[in-house]
T-cell receptor
Framework: GAVVSQHPSRVICKSGTSVKIECRSL??????MFWYRQFPKQSLMLMAT?????????EQGVEKDKFLINHASLTLSTLTVTSAHPEDSSFYIC??????????????FGPGTRLTVL | DAKTTQPPSMDCAEGRAANLPCNHS???????VYWYRQIHSQGPQYIIH???NNETNEMASLIITEDRKSSTLILPHATLRDTAVYYC????????????FGTGTKLQVIP
């Protein structure tokens, strides 16, 4: 299957700082990427949908000014957690949508980024 | 999106087939059934998807009932590395879609 990478895999930061997470589709172009957050022992929660060249669409309850999403190219989307606080500590996962040869599309997920805010 | 129902947990002996059921009784005609799994502390991994025909790939087989109201994911020879949470999701393909994860089935493969 297609490969999606994330960087960094793990980050520890001080409260009040901003953290940028990169999501790349390595062997395909992704017009749409998604960002999820997962707290311990819970399922993934969709935060936002990112379309290349346009503004992201945020799910209800997700602060767009706190979680800045940029999708500047067909292979790269970034999530910036601004002024991070301990409650933002979580596992952040991106996915990228690939339109396959059979014209069905599949989302492939990155390995995730573990954010710890002290 | 149609909702799915999965058992919260299952055990399977190593080397045996693992059969994971999923109910999607409100699935519509243009919605596909997708399966993903998440091994602890990793991102979800795509397994397989199908519309109405049974599908097989190198990882698993997907059996969809004729009325499409339920499906079964089959791991033919489960290994310890197959221990994970398995998610069944129904989605319209070929257009805008967002994957909404339920609670899935936690499969424990036992030595």
């Amino acid at each position: 299957g297609a490969v999606v990478s994330q960087h960094p895999s793990r980050v520890i930061c001080k409260s009040g700082t901003s953290v940028k997470i990169e999501c790349r589709s390595l062997d395909f172009q992704a017009t749409t990427m998604f960002w999820y957050r997962q707290f311990p022992k819970q399922s993934l929660m969709l935060m936002a949908t990112s379309n290349e060249g346009s503004k992201a669409t945020y799910e209800q309850g997700v602060e767009k000014d706190k979680f800045l999403i940029n999708h500047a190219s067909l292979t790269l989307s970034t999530l910036t957690v601004t002024s991070a606080h301990p409650e933002d500590s979580s596992f952040y996962i991106c996915s990228a949508r690939e339109l396959g040869l059979t014209r069905t599309d599949t989302q492939y997920f990155g390995p995730g980024t573990r954010l710890t805010v002290l | 999106d149609a909702k799915t129902t999965q058992p919260p947990s299952m055990d399977c002996a190593e080397g045996r087939a693992a059969n994971l059921p999923c109910n999607h009784s409100t699935i519509s005609g243009n919605e596909y059934v997708y399966w993903y799994r998440q091994i602890h502390s990793q991102g979800p991994q795509y397994i397989i998807h199908g519309l109405k025909n049974n599908e097989t790939n190198e990882m698993a087989s997907l059996i969809i009932t004729e009325d499409r109201k339920s499906s079964t994911l089959i791991l033919p020879h489960a290994t310890l590395r197959d221990t994970a949470v398995y998610y069944c999701i129904v989605l319209i393909s070929g257009g805008y879609q967002k994957v909404t994860f339920g609670t899935g089935t936690k499969l424990q493969v036992i030595p």
